[in-house]
């Protein structure tokens, strides 16, 4: 069931919120994704909301340059990204949301490394 969320990077620079179904949580073992421990949630633009300015993000792209990779330029953190596999969709890092308690979270794996 979807709920709302609040998320930030660790500084608290960019800022959002979010609706989403935790049990829809993936943890991906791409090159990228293994490395920042992210585990996500896909959503639709319509469930996500950017309380930042645009401007106040980083972007990282790497191999085929269509996932595009957002973090803090002051913290370093990735609270959020578009993903390759479903560049439409917004992939949230949960590690990022206001009261998620993770050892509940049971991700499922994706095998991002697969793809070519």
């Not at 439409?88 to 095998?111: H, M, T, Y």
């Amino acid at each position: 069931m979807k709920q709302d969320y609040t998320g930030s990077c660790h500084c608290g620079a960019i800022q959002f919120e979010t609706s989403m179904d935790l049990e829809e949580a993936i943890q991906c073992d791409c090159s990228i994704c293994a490395r920042k421990g992210s585990i996500v949630v896909r959503v639709e633009p319509s469930d996500f909301k950017m309380l930042s300015p645009k401007e106040s993000l980083s972007l990282y792209t790497f191999n085929k340059h269509i996932a595009k990779h957002y973090f803090c330029p002051t913290c370093g953190i990735h609270p959020f990204h578009r993903p390759r596999s479903y560049p439409e969709l917004w992939a949230v890092n949960i590690r990022c949301l206001a009261g998620v308690d993770l050892s509940v979270i049971k991700p499922q794996p994706v095998f991002g490394s697969e793809l070519d």
